[in-house]
């Protein structure tokens, strides 16, 4: 079939059958979550694992910088977490992507008159869940070492807020799946990407001590208005200039990305 045959196709679909393709297709992926339990693993213990190794690794000295200890640099990582996971458990949308276009579940995809942006819908809506399920594990693990839940309101913003930037990221990285060759690819890619985005920012530490070269650079770090945002929902502190320019860069994003990544699963040959 033709990309002009398949955007004609899309085209002509109405909005409810495309609400009804993505909620089967959201159906389809949880189903092979459930067959696949082991594709939850890092979900599960990525939370665990980094908040062990902050908190007890670097809780003692980056605490004492803060003007506490531990207990305060508790109280500084956890948000910054929840920022964390937001952008690394993006990445596996790109990665399960790319391996159902080699496994070819794609093409069947392709084949049937569905909405092509359907398809990408559902991916998104089900790396939302496992992006929320890992928030809840990071919470839980967070109240074990110590973190103080001071407003359940903003604890429920703050994840919220997180949730709208990593839709956002998802349009990147399922981009990065069209065009890569494979899942490998797209690890490798996000790596790349994701490396110096989380440690350039504010999430593990404070940037007052970082060189000025580093500290323009986090400034205009998505994560750090995201880290700085939660941190103030979470514990308090200023919200609204963070908030503004992380909901900022979210609609950019999607409005960049969204369109890109669409045509080129459309036109994927």
């Known amino acids: 079939?033709?990309?002009?045959?398949?955007?004609?196709?899309?085209?002509?679909?109405?909005?409810r059958s495309h609400l009804r393709h993505t909620g089967a297709l959201i159906r389809r992926n949880?189903?092979?979550?459930?067959?696949?339990?082991?594709?939850?693993?890092?979900?599960?213990?990525?939370?665990?694992?980094?908040?062990?190794?902050?908190?007890?690794?670097?809780?003692?000295?980056?605490?004492?910088?803060?003007?506490?200890?531990q207990d305060q640099y508790v109280q500084y990582v956890i948000p910054g977490m929840i920022a964390m996971m937001s952008m690394t458990l993006s990445q596996g949308v790109g990665t399960g992507f790319s391996q159902d276009f080699n496994s070819g579940v794609m093409d069947r995809f392709r084949s049937l008159p569905i909405g092509r942006g359907s398809v990408l819908f559902a991916k998104i809506a089900v790396e939302l869940v496992r992006m929320l399920f890992a928030?809840?594990?990071?919470?839980?693990?967070?109240?074990?070492?110590?973190?103080?839940?001071?407003?359940?309101?903003?604890?429920?913003?703050?994840?919220?807020?997180?949730t709208v930037f990593?839709?956002?990221?998802m349009w990147v990285f399922l981009t990065l799946g069209v065009i890569m060759k494979n899942a490998q690819s797209v690890q490798a890619?996000?790596?790349?990407?994701?490396?110096?985005?989380?440690?350039?920012?504010?999430?593990?530490?404070?940037?007052?001590?970082m060189p000025g070269w580093l500290q323009k650079f986090t400034e205009y770090n998505p994560l750090s208005t995201l880290a700085d945002a939660a941190r103030?929902?979470?514990?308090?502190?200023?919200?609204?200039?963070?908030?503004?320019?992380?909901?900022?860069?979210?609609?950019?994003?999607?409005?960049?990305?969204?369109?890109?990544a669409i045509h080129k699963f459309r036109t994927k040959t």
Do not use: N
Request: glycine content about 12%.
């Open 1 to 15: 079939m033709s990309a002009a045959t398949v955007h004609l196709t899309d085209d002509r679909i109405p909005l």
């Open 30 to 69: 949880l189903l092979w979550i459930r067959q696949d339990p082991e594709s939850m693993a890092d979900a599960l213990l990525m939370p665990v694992i980094f908040t062990l190794l902050f908190v007890y690794v670097f809780g003692g000295s980056i605490g004492q910088a803060l003007g506490g200890g």
């Open 135 to 162: 928030t809840a594990v990071l919470m839980i693990v967070a109240v074990l070492v110590g973190f103080d839940i001071t407003s359940s309101g903003g604890l429920l913003a703050a994840v919220g807020l997180a």
């Open 166 to 169: 990593a839709s956002s990221i």
């Open 189 to 209: 890619m996000g790596f790349l990407v994701l490396f110096p985005l989380q440690f350039g920012s504010s999430i593990f530490t404070p940037t007052g001590d």
């Open 232 to 260: 103030g929902l979470m514990v308090g502190g200023p919200v609204a200039h963070d908030l503004w320019i992380t909901l900022g860069w979210s609609a950019a994003i999607t409005a960049v990305m969204a369109p890109v």
